[in-house]
């Protein structure tokens, strides 16, 4: 079965600090990748996509991710955090021939000030 | 912008009640999902369709149902709530004619099965 699994359920960093969130699939078919993300009392939302192309994709606010298709990796990048960024984030696989989504359990982000 | 609305934000049932969720978008979508969001779990896929009148199990279907009678809207029931079934639901919305299969998402129905 198709897994998605996110290393850090918990991160706190401080502002200006650089962001890494780890995300791995299992799916060796063609697949997806996506990071939701959900602030506080907001609806889940986009963050970036990949599906072809460049495996550096860029997203909204300044968040990145890189496709490593040898080590099943989707890892969310950001330079320097805001308190603003502080959301649960979601990395997400589609698989094609399934037609359905896979999700990673969450990481929450705490950005203190 | 597409939207993707849920009937209630908050709702509140006893157990053993017939519980209706609603969901309806507006953007034509093909797809529909119901999710639960359970915390440290994620989001798990409950059932899914692709078209009026269709329907597929997701991961946990067990003490769900649900009815896609128009394109635009989409309705879990639970037959009989239990108290395991509190939880926050979540619809999304897909097309496949966009290659990347992109969700959007409800606000939200969290419920709480006393």
């Known amino acids: 079965a198709q897994s998605v699994s996110q290393h850090n359920h918990h991160v706190i960093l401080s502002e200006a600090a650089s962001l890494e969130l780890g995300c791995n699939y299992s799916?060796?078919?063609?697949?997806?990748l996506f990071w939701y993300v959900q602030y506080p009392g907001q609806h889940l939302q986009l963050l970036l996509k990949?599906?072809?192309?460049?495996?550096l994709v860029k997203g909204i606010k300044g968040f990145e991710a890189e496709f490593i298709k040898s080590k099943f990796s989707f890892n969310l990048r950001k330079p320097s955090v805001q308190w603003s960024d502080t959301a649960e984030y979601f990395c997400a696989s589609y698989n094609t021939n399934a037609g359905k989504s896979t999700f990673g359990d969450g990481t929450t982000l705490t950005v203190k000030p | 912008d597409v939207k993707v609305t849920q009937s209630s934000r908050y709702l509140v049932k006893r157990t053993g009640e017939k519980v209706f969720l609603e969901c309806v978008q507006d953007?034509?979508?093909?797809?529909m999902f119901w999710y639960r969001q359970d915390p440290g779990l994620g989001l798990r896929l409950i059932y899914f369709?692709?078209?009026?009148?269709?329907?597929e199990k997701g991961d946990i279907p067990e003490g769900y149902s649900v009815s896609r009678e128009k394109k635009e809207r989409f309705s879990l029931i639970l037959e009989s709530a239990s108290t395991n079934q509190t939880s926050m639901y979540l619809c999304?919305?897909?097309?496949?004619?966009?290659?990347?299969?992109?969700?959007?998402f409800g606000p939200g129905t969290r419920l709480t099965v006393t």
């Open positions: 999304a919305s897909s097309t496949p004619g966009t290659a990347s299969y992109e969700q959007y």
């Open positions: 369709s692709y078209d009026v009148k269709m329907k």
């Open positions: 953007m034509d979508h093909e797809n």
């Open positions: 799916y060796g078919g063609t697949v997806n």
């Open positions: 990949y599906f072809s192309g460049d495996p």
